[in-house]
């Protein structure tokens, strides 16, 4: 497997659509395009190898399950990590004989779509910063007054000057870099075998590091010890009772459909008392009964 | 005189699709989403007043430094459409009042949307793409890319309507004390996704063993299996989750962590010949 010229440049488009802040917009660029899933299918055809490019996009996903980007502080780049990382991965994949449903073959993708992701940060502060140039000429139009000169300049500012951010920014370095991975790959075989113990170590982070996507996520959804047990039941129904996710979901829902009952009668029942005390002993005959 | 100049359908669909496409297209660290803004309130003001000077002062007001999430922050946007429309009929709003309402906004909105659908309803989508795509299997992508646009698509449509019709009562009954069951249960659904999650797609085992005789030996795996399977990919997203929010470490220093406990657990420890992490690779 090999990257060529015409397969660099898809990437390097793709890389330009799916960034944060990118050309394809929020939703569909970085939250479609950008997803490591979802990159893993566009790069695995873009590649000619769909299934090695999914199997490889998923591991990397798990990592970046939860990539929550508030108020714009960013701790790893969805461009690097799906337009750079999953090719790299797939490479080194395919270099090492891995078998790619295999534990190991996970492994290495998150391993290696980690380490770029977290460099890759650098595209992003890159991006952003010329932005500023663009947003400078259009400060300006606003200046002059002129409502003509406004209705002209704010398209360009909005849909056409950051392309050339991410020409240079996305781009470039993800034509350059996908097409200088293969002699890479090739080196790191040469040089670092499989059982010695910068391999062992790497494949070790990589199986460490999704721990670490979900433990941001728990960040977000668990706010007393109590919401453990809720993350615990969901964590049992896969580990012990062989619950797929599709199935854990149907549970979740219907576990929530009685806490949304029960929260909205909670609600209902203080809404009255706190409203008046005219309609507390409507309330206190409810409870007689 | 007395006849209301209402936002045609048209200009109102035109602001709707430039700001879902353009909210971050010219992002900077500096204005964030204030040229996403400008540019979705341009066919607005463009319509509602006559004179270009009053265009240009009334897209001004909308130059104040604006971001939250964007994708449920499309109300706010329906909501300074209305209110704009209020203020081009002679309504008495001024440009402090709008900023006021849209700085008001933007927190809470991005507190929301941050954790709401950023933070669980995406992770839910992608745990049961995830889960569809095993072995390579592109229906996990596809069920992605669908669901996902086509409820973003109809959901901000609906926010930016209500944002219009309503005004801030919309925005109320969604950071309000009503919507607290909704919230509540949506969160519960997340943690017990991201629970399967864990258990299906973090693979954390060890290979520490000794051992003592021919017929004998202590092998940890087995252990921690019989206290609970898969413990170790439990323990270590609440040693994550632990490290993150109760000591303040960033993601990537926790990774960095990760990074150190792999390379000491990968020590072959002397006279045991055995090490707490081994892959067991090799050509």
């Known amino acids: 497997m090999t990257i060529g010229i015409f397969q660099a440049v898809l990437l390097g488009i793709f890389a330009c659509l799916a960034s944060l802040p990118g050309m394809g917009g929020t939703t569909v660029g970085n939250y479609t395009l950008g997803r490591p899933l979802v990159g893993g299918l566009i790069v695995g055809i873009i590649m000619g190898n769909m299934q090695l490019g999914i199997i490889v996009g998923a591991a990397i996903q798990i990592v970046y399950i939860a990539l929550v980007t508030p108020g714009g502080t960013v701790s790893a780049d969805v461009r690097a990590i799906t337009y750079i990382g999953i090719p790299l991965s797939m490479l080194a994949i395919q270099a090492q004989g891995l078998d790619p449903n295999s534990t190991e073959a996970a492994s290495l993708a998150a391993a290696l779509g980690a380490a770029v992701g977290t460099l890759g940060t650098v595209l992003f502060y890159g991006t952003a910063t010329m932005n500023l140039v663009w947003q400078g000429i259009g400060w300006r139009a606003m200046e002059s007054g002129k409502w003509s000169q406004i209705k002209r300049t704010i398209p360009l500012v909005e849909t056409v000057l950051p392309w050339i951010s991410h020409i240079i920014f996305s781009f470039v370095p993800t034509v350059v870099i996908c097409m200088a991975g293969e002699p890479m790959v090739q080196l790191m075989k040469e040089y670092l075998p499989m059982d010695g113990y910068a391999m062992r170590v790497l494949f070790t982070v990589g199986s460490l590091l999704p721990a670490v996507g979900v433990g941001i996520l728990c960040k977000q959804v668990i706010a007393k010890p109590l919401d453990w047990i809720t993350f615990a039941f969901g964590f049992i129904l896969a580990a012990v009772m062989g619950a797929n996710l599709i199935a854990s979901a149907v549970i979740a829902v219907f576990f929530a459909l009685i806490n949304f009952e029960l929260q909205s009668l909670k609600s209902g029942r203080r809404a009255p008392v706190a409203a008046g005390s005219g309609t507390m002993d409507d309330d206190e005959e409810e409870e007689d009964i | ?283």
């Not at chain 2, 602001?15 to 297209?25: A, E, K």
């Open chain 2, 1 to 283: 005189m007395a006849e209301i100049n209402k936002v045609s359908e048209k200009a109102r669909r035109q602001s709707f699709l430039h700001w879902i496409y353009g909210n971050l297209t010219c992002f900077s660290q500096e204005h964030m989403q204030t040229f996403g803004y400008l540019w979705s309130m341009m066919p607005i003001v463009d319509e509602l007043y006559d004179k270009d000077e009053d265009k240009v002062d009334a897209l001004r007001t909308y130059t104040t430094f604006f971001n939250t999430e964007p994708q449920i922050g499309t109300m706010v946007v329906g909501l300074t459409v209305g209110l704009e429309e209020a203020r081009a009929n002679g309504e008495p709003m001024d440009a402090e009042t709008i900023n006021g309402i849209r700085a008001g906004l933007m927190g809470p909105l991005a507190g929301l949307g941050d954790s709401i659908i950023v933070g669980t309803f995406i992770p839910i989508l992608l745990g049961i793409a995830l889960g569809l795509s095993t072995g390579g299997n592109p229906l996990g992508p596809l069920f992605y890319m669908v669901v996902w646009n086509v409820l973003m698509y109809f959901g901000m449509k609906y926010a930016y309507d209500q944002g219009y019709t309503l005004g801030g009562s919309a925005v109320e009954a969604l950071v309000g004390p009503d919507s607290a069951a909704l919230r509540s249960s949506i969160v519960m659904i997340g943690s017990m996704v991201i629970g399967s999650v864990a258990a299906t797609w973090i693979s954390i085992s060890t290979s520490f063993a000794i051992n003592f005789s021919e017929k004998s030996s202590f092998v940890l795996q087995s252990t921690l299996d019989a206290i609970l399977p898969k413990f170790l990919s439990f323990f270590f997203v609440w040693l994550c989750w632990w490290l993150m929010t109760k000591k303040k470490v960033s993601p990537t220093i926790v990774m960095l962590i990760l990074v150190a406990v792999a390379m000491i657990g990968c020590i072959t420890i002397p006279g045991l010949n055995t090490s707490f992490f081994n892959p067991g690779l090799s050509y």
